[in-house]
């Protein structure tokens, strides 16, 4: 069982975002607001109520998390993860993974680090 851990709002805030997103006003478990982000258990989070999406989606805030603690992801991994996450929608509305086109091309960064 891990322990929580405090997201903070400066360090970790697409991560929180997602969270946010997923609450949609519910309070969820094992999330606790501070005045500086929120106590997040993600164990409590994954063993909860929420659907199977849901799940998923702590586990993508989780990574988020953990990018985010750590700089970012490594350049050329981020065009994937936003193709897979873009095509992951469960709203026909918005673009499928069929019918995403190319990616808009990123600036050359030089080197992975």
Avoid at 25 to 48: C, H, K, N
Avoid at 87 to 96: A, D, E, K, M, Y
């Amino acid at each position: 069982m891990s322990r929580p851990e405090h997201l903070h709002g400066d360090d970790c805030p697409d991560a929180l975002r997602i969270l946010e997103a997923l609450a949609r006003g519910r309070e969820l478990p094992g999330i606790e607001p501070t005045e500086t982000g929120a106590w997040v258990d993600w164990d409590e989070l994954l063993g909860s109520w929420l659907s199977s999406t849901e799940k998923a989606t702590v586990m993508i805030a989780s990574g988020v998390a953990r990018a985010e603690r750590q700089g970012g992801l490594p350049y050329g991994v981020i065009p994937a993860v936003g193709a897979a996450l873009a095509g992951l929608s469960t709203n026909r509305s918005l673009p499928q993974r069929s019918g995403m086109g190319a990616l808009p091309a990123l600036p050359d960064l030089g080197p992975d680090l």
